[in-house]
């Protein structure tokens, strides 16, 4: 889990409104303690309390949470989905306007209907129990997004 929570601790530095990461991987693979790691060192706050949204489906968190002014993180969990378009139908969760305004995590991605273009792909793995592997794909990312010198680093 700390290992995890330190991968996504390292893409904190380059959250802005409109970066999204889909954060892709078994149940247990590690999502939850990426967007941990990252939320809790965007806040600068090493015990705030990052939980899976699983059964809301989206958790927010601003600068009431130690956030930067201004900066807006959607921590989704799309896992209880059945089918794409429940994401908006069903559940309203306004992606147009939350992808381009805020800065969003989405577990469990391949449940949405639409996915922006611009995006970081993270997929993370356990293979066999092992230790845990991440591997990650910027290529839809701006050229000058800060999240491409994460990934080269």
Same mark, same amino acid.
């Given at each position: /889990?700390?290992?995890? /929570? %330190?991968? !996504?601790?390292?893409?904190?530095?380059? =959250?802005? @409104? !409109? &970066?999204?990461?889909?954060?892709?991987?078994?149940?247990?693979?590690?999502?939850?303690?990426? &967007?941990?790691?990252?939320?809790? %060192? #965007?806040?600068?706050?090493?015990?705030?309390?990052?939980? &899976?949204?699983?059964?809301? #489906?989206?958790?927010?968190?601003?600068?009431?949470?130690?956030? @930067?002014?201004? #900066?807006?993180?959607?921590?989704?969990? #799309?896992?209880r989905?059945?089918?794409?378009?429940?994401?908006?139908?069903?559940?309203?969760l306004?992606?147009?306007?939350?992808?381009?305004?805020?800065?969003?995590?989405? /577990? $469990? @991605?391949?449940?949405? !209907?639409? =996915? @922006?273009? =611009?995006?970081?792909? *993270?997929?993370?793995?356990?293979p066999?129990?092992?230790a845990? *592997?991440?591997?990650?794909?910027?290529?839809?990312?701006?050229?000058?997004?800060? $999240?491409? !010198?994460?990934? /080269?680093?």
């Amino acid at each position: /889990e700390e290992a995890m /929570e %330190a991968v !996504g601790a390292a893409f904190a530095s380059g =959250a802005a @409104p !409109g &970066s999204v990461a889909f954060l892709s991987g078994d149940l247990g693979a590690g999502k939850t303690c990426f &967007s941990r790691g990252f939320l809790r %060192a #965007l806040a600068g706050d090493p015990r705030l309390r990052v939980t &899976s949204p699983t059964y809301l #489906l989206t958790n927010a968190y601003d600068a009431a949470d130690g956030l @930067p002014e201004g #900066l807006v993180v959607h921590h989704m969990d #799309l896992y209880r989905l059945a089918k794409a378009e429940d994401v908006e139908t069903n559940y309203m969760l306004d992606l147009d306007r939350i992808f381009a305004e805020c800065c969003c995590l989405v /577990e $469990w @991605p391949d449940r949405l !209907g639409v =996915a @922006p273009a =611009a995006r970081l792909d *993270v997929v993370i793995r356990a293979p066999d129990g092992a230790a845990r *592997v991440a591997t990650f794909d910027g290529a839809a990312l701006a050229d000058d997004h800060p $999240w491409r !010198g994460v990934i /080269e680093s």
